[in-house]
């Protein structure tokens, strides 16, 4: 069955594929073998440590079906070296990186007819590490499960590239300095959920977090780094994102777009970026955007706060936004040559070719 005849939507993270990959480590013994098995529950002992303190990480890549039957990941050792800092970050053991390519492109392969092929869709990889040794104490586990399960996604916003509208709240804070917003670490998204549910009761889809010393400079969103478009005194449009640092994660789409704008000729500067050059009467910033592996390139329209409602530019998706989303995408699904080497096939498949 092709995706085209499924009467209800995939959407995102809904339905899982056949297969899953599963490793254990130890302290005795470190690693053991990455097996492919079938997607089933996992037998966890009710005292696991990552059910009492957290110690879950997990990563987020996609595997795109391109017209000449190719099936590819996107970037995967960027993935795969961020998993290893956020493991390092929540005294977790490093799973190599190579073992951690291996594992995805293991059941990107056995699950390859299950990627879906319609427009915007893709196969969405969830590599997790969890600890699991049976104990109380607040420590660092001496035992952990790494896995890789696999959903078969549309894009992430119903409605693909209309505008969003961002939610930032007074008070609440996504990352500190010196806590734990590099990582991809699962208390993250806890700490954020209530806030993702007034975002939601305020008629917005994401949250746009700010600093936490001084509430003034934009971080990301939920699960989204954040871009800006500001055209300079002089005439020219420059694309902004905010550093990184500690309290912000290191997105793999920011770091590709940030590439192909610059590639395209466009000026790109990383600095801080204050919520009032966005919300000034006088503001310069043009176009806003959101982007993040499940989303890809999301133009954000207007932000919300508990005074009142902001356009950003017009409102609607801007040139560059859309711009950039067109590129990202021509790449990722193989209509355009892959000057950065940045798909990675995955080898042993090939599809049927799409006309
Ligand atoms: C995953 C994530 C991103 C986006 O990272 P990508 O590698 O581009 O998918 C941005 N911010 C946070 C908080 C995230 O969890």
Not at 73 to 79: A, G, K
Not at 339 to 346: D, Q, R
Request: aromatic share 8%; with cysteine; charged share 20%.
């Amino acid at each position: 069955m092709s995706a085209g005849d499924d009467p209800a939507p995939l959407g995102f993270g809904n339905r899982f594929t056949s297969h899953m990959v599963v490793a254990r480590w130890t302290t005795e013994k470190g690693w053991g073998p990455a097996g492919l098995t079938g997607h089933r529950p996992l037998e966890l002992p009710p005292t696991a440590m990552a059910l009492h303190y957290g110690q879950a990480i997990f990563e987020g890549l996609k595997a795109y079906a391109a017209a000449d039957g190719t099936l590819a990941l996107f970037r995967p050792w960027f993935n795969a070296e961020r998993f290893a800092r956020s493991a390092a970050r929540l005294a977790m053991p490093e799973l190599p990186p190579q073992v951690f390519v291996a594992a995805c492109e293991t059941l990107a392969r056995a699950d390859a007819d299950e990627v879906p092929r319609g427009q915007g869709q893709s196969l969405y990889l969830r590599p997790f590490m969890i600890a699991v040794e049976p104990n109380l104490g607040v420590r660092p586990s001496r035992e952990y499960l790494f896995a890789v399960v696999a959903s078969p996604v549309d894009h992430f916003f119903a409605g693909g590239g209309e505008a969003i509208d961002v939610w930032c709240p007074d008070g609440l804070i996504r990352a500190a300095p010196g806590g734990t917003g590099a990582a991809k670490c699962a208390g993250n998204y806890a700490g954020s959920l209530a806030t993702k549910a007034e975002a939601l009761a305020n008629g917005c889809q994401e949250v746009l977090w700010l600093d936490a010393l001084e509430h003034r400079w934009i971080e990301e969103l939920g699960a989204m780094n954040f871009f800006c478009a500001v055209r300079t005194p002089d005439g020219e449009t420059q694309l902004v994102t905010p550093a990184l640092s500690d309290t912000i994660l290191a997105g793999n789409i920011r770091d590709s777009l940030l590439r192909l704008a610059a590639g395209l000729g466009h000026r790109v500067t990383e600095r801080p970026v204050a919520l009032a050059e966005l919300t000034a009467d006088d503001s310069r910033v043009t176009e806003a955007f959101a982007c993040g592996t499940a989303a890809s390139v999301v133009p954000i329209g207007a932000i919300r706060t508990p005074r009142g409602r902001t356009l950003v530019g017009d409102g609607r998706p801007g040139k560059l936004t859309a711009a950039l989303r067109d590129e990202l995408a021509a790449v990722q699904y193989g209509r355009q040559h892959d000057a950065h080497g940045w798909m990675h096939p995955v080898p042993g498949v090939s599809l049927a070719p799409s006309p």
